[in-house]
T-cell receptor, first 114, second 112 residues
Framework: DGGITQSPKYLFRKEGQNVTLSCEQN?????MYWYRQDPGQGLRLIYY???????QKGDIAEGYSVSREKKESFPLTVTSAQKNPTAFYLC?????????????FGEGSRLTVL | SQKIEQNSEALNIQEGKTATLTCNYT??????LQWYRQDPGRGPVFLLL?????KEKRKERLKVTFDTTLKQSLFHITASQPADSATYLC???????????FGDGTTLTVKP
């Protein structure tokens, strides 16, 4: 089945630690995205990538980093510089090229900082 | 500044009635407007996309309208069922921006 796989589903981190969230897609999509969702709120864009080896900052990129070395993979690192990292993180992909169109989402990763 | 507003945080209706959700936006020129469903603890699931030159789109019990003059989209679920209970998100895709921006969502509860 084609889709997006995020791992881990739940993650606990101590303050001051970096953590990397995995996102893999087998939809052959060019574009990939990371969103953050806080309770009762919508999705806020962290980073996005329209093509391999290229990515752009979204609305809340501070304290996060990404890489796009392969078309199917777009890992997100939550660094110790992120002041309030506890949240639900969602990865998505789309065909790419021009307007976004339909987004396909993973099941999310819930990060809790202890 | 750019803003997307969904009419209310929560909407409660009786089974069988029509649910109407609103998405208003300012300072956007969206090529597409999309609606997604999100269940608790899950990723959003795409429902419908409507283009800037389309007025209305339907899919089974769902209907979306798009008024670029009013800068508003309405999302209707007819003959609602308890299984329709979820949070519904609208998303705007600015022309050639290569990204989508989401509203905060409306949580719909359909009571038997």
């Amino acid at each position: 089945d084609g889709g997006i796989t995020q791992s881990p589903k739940y993650l606990f981190r101590k303050e001051g630690q970096n953590v990397t969230l995995s996102c893999e897609q087998n939809l052959n999509h060019d574009a990939m995205y990371w969103y953050r969702q806080d309770p009762g709120q919508g999705l806020r864009l962290i980073y996005y990538s329209q093509i391999v080896n290229d990515f752009q900052k979204g609305d809340i990129a501070e304290g996060y980093s990404v890489s796009r070395e392969k078309k199917e993979s777009f890992p997100l690192t939550v660094t110790s510089a992120q002041k309030n990292p506890t949240a639900f993180y969602l990865c998505a992909s789309s065909l790419g090229g021009g307007p976004t169109g339909e987004l396909f989402f993973g099941e999310g990763s819930r990060l809790t900082v202890l | 500044s750019q803003k997307i507003e969904q009419n209310s945080e929560a909407l409660n209706i009786q089974e069988g009635k029509t649910a109407t959700l609103t998405c208003n936006y300012t300072n956007y020129s969206p090529a597409y407007l999309q609606w997604y469903r999100q269940d608790p603890g899950r990723g959003p699931v795409f429902l419908l996309l409507i283009r800037e030159n389309e007025k209305e789109k339907r899919k089974e019990r769902l209907k979306v309208t798009f008024d670029t003059t009013l800068k508003q989209s309405l999302f209707h679920i007819t003959a609602s069922q308890p299984a329709d209970s979820a949070t519904y998100l609208c998303a705007l895709d600015d022309t050639n921006a290569g990204k989508s921006t989401f509203g905060d969502g409306t949580t719909l509860t359909v009571k038997p």
